[in-house]
């Protein structure tokens, strides 16, 4: 058994940091071990345009704090009114590194995603023709869809007949909960990826319903049986280039959360390096964490990887992670996998 592993710093390949005291409080948690990560559009109102996502870039980095290092990958999110000149000179000037697309309804704050794709086709051709990714969350909003299908029906609907009419557009499907997910993902060439978050790794749909509700157990998409949640375990700890980790990682207020109608989102960024290390060591695949966390990315993103490292150890004694941050507002649960963990990450 190894106690002890170095790898290249991880970066997040998909990460909520909200805005004003949230960002304040949550900053901290992933900027002491990634050392960037792609950040989501979805504030109230959404970053749209290149100058809202410059002023965003600029409230991150007056909230990191000075002895930390941490490099915010800014993207826009697409709306039926985004211009394509907008998107491809903000993309030009490196200012950001991805598009986000909500299909509109489909999870926290995404009212004015797309409803028909037909209106956002100009943009969708500017991006293949340029080669900026487009960040993808990959659910149908029907309502005759049951939940645990919205991902699967996505695929079939929406998702190929998109990239069968734009085979140049490069995709990344955003937190995958399926095996349609890893089985589509695996169909494609190099337009084409796949994020993962920590949390679909480690629960199912039980996790969620059985002996009560756990309201910090909800997210979207959210969790599927467990069939499923192996599939994502093979293809996260697999190596394959197609997987890599986009935490999802998604800080609600515990009001918020413990509600009648409760915020979907985890909030994994404190505690992630060392529940992987957990969940790779269990598949026996901690030679391919590196890969999934620190490499597959940047090589998709076609960013260089970082040049330092972290180091994972393992000890006898049970790590105690904080339950909660505390926000000006109020507390944020720490994603708790149930069971213990014995990983630190520094
Ligand atoms: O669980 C989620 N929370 N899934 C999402 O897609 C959005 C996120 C959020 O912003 O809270
Ligand atoms: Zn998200």
């Known amino acids: 058994m190894k106690h002890s592993i170095t790898v290249t710093r991880p970066d997040d390949w998909h990460l909520h940091l909200r805005d004003g005291a949230m960002l304040q409080a949550v900053l901290p948690e992933t900027a002491r071990t990634f050392g960037r990560a792609i950040i989501m559009p979805n504030l109230v109102p959404p970053v749209v345009t290149a100058s809202q996502a410059?002023?965003?870039?600029?409230?991150?980095l007056a909230a990191l704090p000075k002895e930390m290092s941490f490099t915010p990958l800014m993207t826009l999110y697409l709306t039926e009114e985004t211009d394509p000149n907008d998107v491809a000179q903000a993309y030009e000037t490196g200012l950001i590194k991805a598009v986000k697309l909500y299909p509109a309804g489909a999870t926290t704050n995404s009212a004015s995603g797309v409803r028909n794709f037909e209106n956002v086709r100009p943009v969708l051709e500017k991006m293949a023709e340029i080669g900026l990714p487009l960040c993808i969350h990959g659910e149908v909003t029907t309502h005759e869809?049951?939940?645990f299908d919205r991902e699967?029906?996505?695929?079939?609907t929406v998702l190929d007949p998109l990239r069968q009419s734009l085979p140049e557009l490069r995709?990344?499907?955003?937190?995958?909960?399926?095996?349609?997910?890893?089985d589509y993902a695996h169909t494609g060439g190099d337009t084409l990826a796949a994020t993962i978050t920590t949390h679909h790794l480690i629960i199912n749909r039980n996790h969620i319903l059985v002996g009560g509700i756990k309201p910090h157990y909800y997210c979207l998409p959210v969790a599927k049986r467990e069939t499923h949640r192996l599939a994502l375990r093979k293809a996260a700890t697999s190596?394959?280039?197609?997987?890599f980790l986009?935490?999802?990682?998604?800080?609600?207020?515990?009001?918020?959360?413990?509600?009648?109608?409760?915020?979907?989102?985890?909030?994994?960024?404190?505690?992630?390096?060392?529940?992987?290390?957990h969940v790779f060591e269990e598949e026996n695949a901690l030679a391919n964490?590196?890969?999934?966390?620190?490499?597959n990315g940047p090589a998709f993103y076609r960013l260089p990887e970082n040049t330092d490292t972290i180091t994972l150890r393992?000890?006898?004694?049970?790590?105690?992670?904080?339950?909660?941050?505390?926000?000006?507002?109020?507390?944020?649960?720490?994603?708790?996998?149930?069971f213990p963990v014995f990983w630190t990450a520094d």
């Open 54 to 60: 410059q002023a965003y870039r600029d409230r991150i």
């Open 145 to 147: 869809v049951d939940i």
């Open 152 to 156: 699967a029906v996505f695929i079939e």
């Open 171 to 182: 995709v990344v499907m955003e937190h995958i909960t399926t095996k349609d997910g890893v």
């Open 239 to 243: 190596g394959d280039p197609r997987f």
């Open 246 to 277: 986009g935490t999802d990682s998604a800080p609600h207020l515990d009001g918020d959360k413990l509600s009648a109608c409760g915020c979907a989102g985890c909030f994994t960024a404190t505690n992630t390096m060392p529940l992987l290390a």
């Open 289 to 295: 964490l590196e890969a999934f966390t620190s490499k």
């Open 314 to 338: 393992k000890s006898d004694t049970q790590t105690n992670f904080p339950e909660k941050i505390e926000t000006e507002n109020g507390p944020v649960t720490v994603f708790d996998p149930g």
